[in-house]
């Protein structure tokens, strides 16, 4: 069972593929979970991402 805190290696969108981040919550209507990506992986900003993903999105990591 996925929850709160949980880590995470992102597989697909393409543009944060092997980008780790945590679980924050799961969306209620849709079933997507939002993660909060670690690391921004965009050159030169600092902005913290939120991505809503589907479970087959990404893997749990320890």
Same mark, same amino acid.
């Given at each position: +069972?996925? %929850?709160?805190?949980?880590? =995470? ?5 393409? $543009? =944060? *593929?092997? =980008? *780790?981040?945590?679980?924050? *919550? +799961?969306?209620?209507?849709?079933? %997507? ?5 670690? @690391?921004?992986?965009? @050159?030169? #900003?600092?902005?913290?991402? $939120?991505? #809503?993903?589907?479970? #087959?999105?990404?893997?749990?990591? @320890?």
């Amino acid at each position: +069972m996925l %929850r709160k805190g949980t880590s =995470v290696k992102i597989k697909y969108p393409e $543009y =944060v *593929t092997g =980008v *780790t981040g945590k679980i924050v *919550t +799961m969306e209620d209507s849709s079933k %997507r979970w939002i993660v909060c990506l670690d @690391k921004n992986p965009f @050159k030169d #900003s600092q902005e913290i991402i $939120y991505l #809503s993903l589907e479970e #087959s999105d990404f893997e749990v990591i @320890k």
